[in-house]
């Protein structure tokens, strides 16, 4: 009997020494080495830093306040944020499901449900994204009315599922109440406006217009989609009788130097290809097939073989497709050399350069304009978004009367 209360004893105290050791061995919460050293301080430059996309520094910042304070909620669904905008959305997930579960007040559980619309709105997890970023900003308003965070990124949620009337409603909402993100909605609210005067008449348009930098192949579905080019090339040549807007301005040496002898603008060749190598599994494929095939200068194969769709397009490059379009809508074939010799309107656009006979054509037309009004620079070689590539087209069909 002796014996057998002596091995439970050792037994009792061994167990407990495991135990002890354990917890001895496991992670200990840091000590702070300085005032600014606490978990509200990272989390504030972690937040920082994420709107500077900085992500692995925001990263560091939000792993020293977890440290500081395991159950600081915000640093987790800060965390959260990092794994959203770096497409590790599973780990996204985890973190905000700790930062919720260690939500302590009203403050932290509505960052989270913010953090959730975030989720739903990038990571686009289903086919329903948008009614779940919808319940988490019902959840969120109901907490507190006015919580700018909220109807914010609901209105981005909104724009990009291309509902633009509900992310106005929701831009404007954050303006009048005057707290968090006010500069962030009202520049939401003039690109939305330039959306509707861009009036993209298709889905495909529609989603350009939320492209910050247009490529090769968002310029075919533009030209296919949105002018229609295709058709319009079958309808007799347009008799354009507008005047040039700028035409006094360009140069007085203009009209002594157009060429009137076009045989030396190439014809569109009969024998296109029209299939890439590739392109076959390409979204706008059909686009870019019907552009091979309408034979758009600047928008041809590589001598590969290739289109490169995802190549970004500049403006320069975009002046010179629309120079394209104009000769083939207007008859007007002396246009690719009207102004070869002419003086340069742009400190950026030497008149020896490719694209200068180009910029002019659809600047003096009033299609194109300087991108930098103070310095009077056209920027040929700087990328296009696709709403201002959208307003352009709006502004061609203007000038060549295309309904």
Same mark, same amino acid.
């Given at each position: ?42 989390? *504030?430059?972690?937040?920082?830093? !994420?709107?500077? &996309?900085?992500? @692995? =520094? /925001?990263?560091? %910042? ?108 929701? *831009?404007?909402?954050?303006?009048? !109440?005057?707290? &968090?993100?006010? @500069? =962030? /909605?009202?520049? %939401? ?215």
């Amino acid at each position: 009997m002796k014996r057998e209360k002596i091995r439970k004893l050792i037994f009792q105290f061994i167990l407990c020494a495991v135990v002890f050791s354990l917890i001895s061995c496991g992670p200990k919460a840091r000590v702070a080495v300085s005032q600014l050293d606490t978990p509200g301080h990272h989390t *504030f430059t972690g937040l920082k830093l !994420l709107d500077q &996309e900085k992500y @692995a =520094d /925001a990263r560091r %910042e939000f792993e020293m306040a977890t440290q500081l304070d395991a159950k600081y909620s915000k640093a987790y669904t800060g965390m959260a944020l990092v794994n959203i905008y770096t497409g590790k959305f599973n780990a996204a997930v985890d973190n905000l499901d700790l930062g919720l579960k260690n939500a302590r007040d009203a403050d932290e559980k509505l960052f989270v449900n913010v953090g959730k619309i975030r989720y739903y709105t990038i990571s686009k997890s289903d086919q329903k994204w948008l009614e779940s970023a919808k319940n988490q900003f019902d959840e969120a308003i109901v907490t507190d009315s006015k919580y700018s965070p909220a109807y914010y990124f609901m209105g981005l949620a909104y724009k990009d599922a291309l509902d633009f009337n509900q992310a106005g409603q929701m *831009f404007s909402h954050v303006t009048q !109440l005057k707290t &968090e993100h006010m @500069a =962030d /909605a009202d520049a %939401e609210l003039k690109f939305l406006q330039k959306v509707l005067q861009a009036k993209p008449e298709t889905k495909a348009g529609e989603k350009i217009a939320l492209v910050k930098r247009i490529t090769r192949a968002d310029a075919a579905a533009i030209l296919m989609e949105e002018l229609k080019i295709k058709e319009l090339y079958k309808k007799p040549e347009l008799k354009v009788d507008t005047p040039l807007k700028t035409a006094e301005k360009v140069s007085p040496e203009i009209k002594e130097k157009v060429p009137t002898d076009a045989s030396s603008i190439p014809a569109p060749s009969a024998s296109v290809k029209l299939l890439a190598k590739d392109i076959a599994d390409h979204p706008l494929k059909t686009d870019i097939e019907g552009i091979l095939e309408t034979g758009v200068h600047g928008l041809e194969n590589d001598p590969k073989g290739n289109f490169n769709p995802g190549e970004i397009i500049s403006r320069g490059e975009y002046a010179i497709m629309l120079e394209d379009v104009m000769i083939k809508l207007t008859g007007e074939k002396d246009l690719a050399a009207r102004y070869v010799n002419s003086k340069s309107l742009f400190p950026d656009v030497p008149s020896d350069m490719p694209y200068f006979n180009a910029i002019i054509s659809v600047t003096s037309r009033g299609i194109m304009e300087a991108k930098n009004t103070n310095t009077g620079e056209f920027a040929p070689l700087k990328p296009l978004n696709g709403v201002d590539a959208l307003l352009i087209i709006r502004k061609l069909k203007k000038e060549l009367k295309i309904n």
